[in-house]
DNA sequence: CGATCTTACGGGATTCGTAAACATA
DNA sequence: TATGTTTACGAATCCCGTAAGATCG
């Protein structure tokens, strides 16, 4: 014989009322039947909880202590049910977001800018990592997504391309390229370069259209974070490319860019996620969000 | 459709073994009946607990987080369900006693001695107040029980005798009256006396027992607490009369006693408990207790 | 006698167990 | 094929509502 979520709310509608007929109504049930969902209660904990004549019901000093006990069973059922609804519907949980350096920066701020105020109970943590320590993470299963321009074929991960990040040149309002509509590659060969160091996937990129052109990239500057590149470029020390996704966001003050002017400068930003394995609720509504955003910036 | 305790446990007999089977011999249930259970629960929180093939079970997100809860709502469920026997047995709850000054101090602590180790987890207050204000407390609901020399025949107050409390004499060990196997009152004429002042019950007492044998009651030196009584004894400068049970358990270094050789030098210690009213488990424990230690005491 | 709780009893839903079907490694 | 889950179905149980009975003011 096992106790009922049930009874416990009849047994709180008469501790209120103290009446069986009142609480009947209350939890649309007929009388008799309260009276018995009472005395099962009562036979369950071999108990007496009420006082009753006919004419008047009160609780006993036993009742008095289930009260308070019933009351705290019954806020945690409720809370129980609200939370893992709002759990499965995205709207509460723990998201860990892996993304490389220019998408950390530019492209989820963006979506967190909407996704923050509508998840409100979301803990969100981000990795931002170079591109493979980011897949790596996913495989490792401590971050639950992660958003790269690398593509993974591996059998264990599953990629979705999101969107298409071209490529910009960065230079300070008064230099020469400012004077340009377009920008190609052959015309950055003028200006001493800063760039990031060959770890990053930007500079891979970057190696590889030179390559395609048949030149070799020599920076003047070669750096490991994204912000000293912008500090040198400021400083009129060189030009430096980057991708749109981050300068689209990121305060630029004196410094102007221009897309370069190549159909197959991107990168295609892809999300990853660990195959076989269902998503956590938050995720896809995560993803769902990222697709309107990245559907949004054309 | 409402969620059920029942569901809660066969989930988590599930969620611990990860197999169906294993769950059904767990819970004493066939496994088809289980597989229904945990299908009702999932349609009740509308929500896939398992994702399972027919060689392999496992937790979904969702499921994993529901366990953290369901877990938190057994522990609940169980423990209302030991917490409401113990109190209900009398083994837990708070037990307010009133009693006067030397019940409280010798009366009080031989039952607390057996009964405070047989329940640990009972709060209990000790109300040491004059016997009238001790009364007064159980009408006002501040205490369960007074123990007292006052019986009351208010209707909305029950009292029942507990045990004689005796009348003795006090005096130093060297004191003449320690030659004498027997006291009586008239003995006491001889010596100046020490004595608690008219506002306590046992002054009364006292002051009747002269009455009865027509004399006045005059003490050398009045005071108002016991322990003040004692230290004017042990320093010699009187013999004061007191009850039995507070001397069977003080401890009295330096000091002796008689027991009063009359017949009618006692007063008859009560309960008392609000009539009307169904006395708290713990209280049911404790009467029984006080009893049987009245009994031993003979 | 009127209001309120309890008991009695029949119908309906829920839950269980057995047996068979089904799906994966 | 062997193991383990789901589906199907009949039986027992539980729960509810109506009607009658009991009790207190």
Redesign the interface.
């Known amino acids: 014989m096992?106790?009922?979520?049930?009874q416990i709310e009849v047994f709180l509608a008469v501790a209120r009322s103290l009446s069986f007929s009142q609480a009947a109504v209350a939890c649309h049930l007929s009388q008799p039947a309260l009276s018995a969902t009472i005395k099962r209660l009562e036979e369950t904990?071999?108990?007496k909880l009420f006082?009753r004549t006919t004419r008047q019901v009160s609780l006993?000093?036993?009742g008095l202590?289930?009260q308070r006990?019933?009351e705290?069973?019954s806020d945690?059922?409720l809370?129980?049910?609200v939370?893992?609804?709002e759990?499965?519907a995205g709207k509460r949980?723990r998201l860990s977001i892996a993304a490389g350096p220019s998408i950390a920066a530019g492209f989820i701020p963006q979506v967190l800018k909407v996704f923050g105020p509508q998840h409100p109970d979301v803990e969100i943590r981000i990795h931002d990592e170079l591109s493979d320590t980011c897949l790596e993470m996913v495989r490792a299963g401590k971050a639950d997504i992660a958003l790269t321009p690398a593509m993974h074929t591996d059998s264990d991960l599953v990629s979705v391309p999101l969107f298409k990040d071209y490529l910009v040149v960065l230079f300070p309002l008064a230099h020469p390229l400012a004077q340009k509509k377009t920008v190609r590659w052959s015309d950055l060969q003028a200006y001493p370069q800063v760039a990031v160091n060959n770890r990053s996937n930007l500079r891979q990129t970057i190696n590889e259209q030179y390559r395609a052109l048949g030149a070799d990239f020599a920076p003047a500057y070669e750096v490991a974070q994204v912000a000293t590149m912008l500090g040198l470029i400021h400083a009129g020390l060189g030009v430096g490319v980057l991708s749109e996704s981050l300068v689209e966001r990121a305060s630029l003050d004196g410094l102007a860019h221009r897309k370069l002017n190549s159909r197959s400068a991107y990168r295609r930003i892809c999300t990853t996620v660990l195959a076989h394995r269902?998503?956590?609720?938050v995720l896809t509504a995560f993803l769902t969000l990222c697709k309107q955003v990245a559907a949004a910036r054309g």
């Open positions: 096992n106790i009922t979520f049930r904990l071999s108990v006082e006993t000093d036993v202590e289930f006990l019933a705290h069973l945690s059922v809370h129980t049910q939370r893992i609804k759990y499965a949980g269902a998503p956590p609720p």
